[in-house]
């Protein structure tokens, strides 16, 4: 099942190239001071610590879900809210989306009252999306973004477009601990950077527009591999007679440890554990 999701998320790969894209025709200059107001559009279970981190680090935030509870939590802690997408654009020196799934994202950004829909022309200077999608979608909006008859608000030219898309989970969301996959114009990333860190601890940049999504991908596909071969060891283990908290402290110490040891951990000493044998 997981490699066939990361095939769905691979398909066409060679019908959007980095080189067939429209990319930006001149030089844009960024200061750290361009994104005091930062709009946050996504406040799932790490939007939400995102954020609230970037609330943290002192930035002016403008926020939008669907979910209507999670806004009135935010709301009644002072934290403004909007409508839709294009209002938090309308306020935000840069907007942050943080969604489930590419339809969500090409929704926020291109549907009905989506961020580059409507109002005047004029828009934040960055938008930033780490949502894990796939490249191709990725590189569609950068281009649409790119395309677009848009403009900053000092008029300085069309909004900049980063895909970043997280590794860590919802901890280090909470934790500002988050690493950050970016794709897009290296400018643009290095202006962008303050945001990162306020969020997350390492900053990758991974070249140009979709790289970012395309890294997230792999990564995802190499902890899917991992997590599989721990489970089928797992399996193994037991079926030979040894207990699965037995083979965990032996994974944990040994040369099979890896990352996705930790959720099996939790598994393992928290869950009902049993092997189904067939």
Known sequence: MASYRMRSLLKNRSSVTPS????????????SSQFERVGFIGLGNMGSWMATNLIKAGYTVALHDINQDVMKKFSEKGVLTKN???????????????????????????GLKGILNGGNLLRPGLFIDSSTIDPQTSRKLSAAVSNSSLRVKDG??????????VSGGILSAENGSLTFMVGGSEEAYRSA???FLAMGKNIIYCGGPGNGSAAKVCNNLAMAVSMLGVSEALALGQSLGIAATTLTRIFNSSSARCWS?????????????????H
């Open 20 to 31: 067939s894209l429209f990319y930006f025709s001149w030089t844009r200059t960024f200061s």
């Open 84 to 110: 839709s997408p294009l209002e938090v654009a309308e306020t935000s020196d840069a907007v942050i989306t943080m969604l489930p799934s590419s339809e969500h994202v090409m929704d926020v950004y291109t």
């Open 156 to 165: 300085s030219g069309p909004p900049a477009m980063l895909d970043a898309p």
């Open 193 to 195: 950077k303050p945001l």
């Open 261 to 277: 040891r930790g959720f099996l951990d939790w598994v393992v000493y928290n869950a009902d554990y049993s092997v189904v044998h």
